[in-house]
């Protein structure tokens, strides 16, 4: 449970630097065959990376979420960040991120994906393997939460409970340890 609130934290507070930089920061491109190429990046956003590849560092290209699967960005001092590219609709920002974009990966598990997108306070998305096909927004601030996040994962009882009864709410904590219990859920 540690690791992935470590992470969770690490990735929201990296994220600000992440997003919007506009020096050249080393990382990857996983392109859409899955070949990793290696280079820096310049302007980093959720709907656009700009990249220099090693083999050509003085022409940019810039990358869609629909171009590639996926980059990762190298941050001194600490783990690299990774984003992936995802169909996602947004409750927050509705009208700019909505469709394909980047978002940060804090998890992947089994049964459960859990995503992070820089915007406002920041926006959650979660995804069940295998059934949902793209992340769903947490966001439970502008929903009914309770209704909507016990709905999702009624499929662990547990974890539905301490949503409709409050226990569990909207905020990062929270999100990150209904993502572990459900992960963990044995029904």
């Known amino acids: 449970m540690k690791s992935i609130w470590i992470t969770c934290l690490l990735v929201t507070s990296l994220f600000s630097m992440a997003f919007g930089q506009d020096k050249r920061t080393t990382g990857h491109i ?3 065959e899955g070949k990793i ?3 820096k990046f310049g302007t980093v956003t959720a709907k656009k990376a700009v990249f220099y590849s090693n083999e050509n560092l003085r022409k940019a290209r810039t990358y869609k979420p629909k171009h590639i699967q996926g980059f990762v960005l190298n941050q001194e001092n600490s783990q690299p960040l990774k984003f992936e590219s995802v ?3 947004s ?3 509705p009208m700019m991120y909505s469709g394909d974009i980047f978002m940060g990966v804090i998890s992947k598990g089994e049964k459960v994906n859990l995503y992070y997108l820089k915007i406002g306070d920041g926006e959650f998305g ?3 393997v295998g059934i949902d096909e793209k992340p769903v927004s947490m966001d439970g601030k502008r929903l009914f939460w309770k209704k909507k996040g016990a709905k999702f994962f009624e499929d662990c009882p ?4 301490k949503i409709s009864n409050g226990e569990l709410g909207v905020e990062a904590d929270d999100i990150v340890k209904i993502v572990e219990e459900y ?3 044995d029904k």
């Open 30 to 32: 996983i392109d859409s």
């Open 37 to 39: 190429i290696e280079g």
């Open 87 to 89: 169909k996602f609709s």
């Open 91 to 93: 409750v927050v920002e």
């Open 126 to 128: 979660v995804q069940r």
């Open 158 to 161: 547990s974890v539905a409970e």
């Open 183 to 185: 992960e963990n859920c």
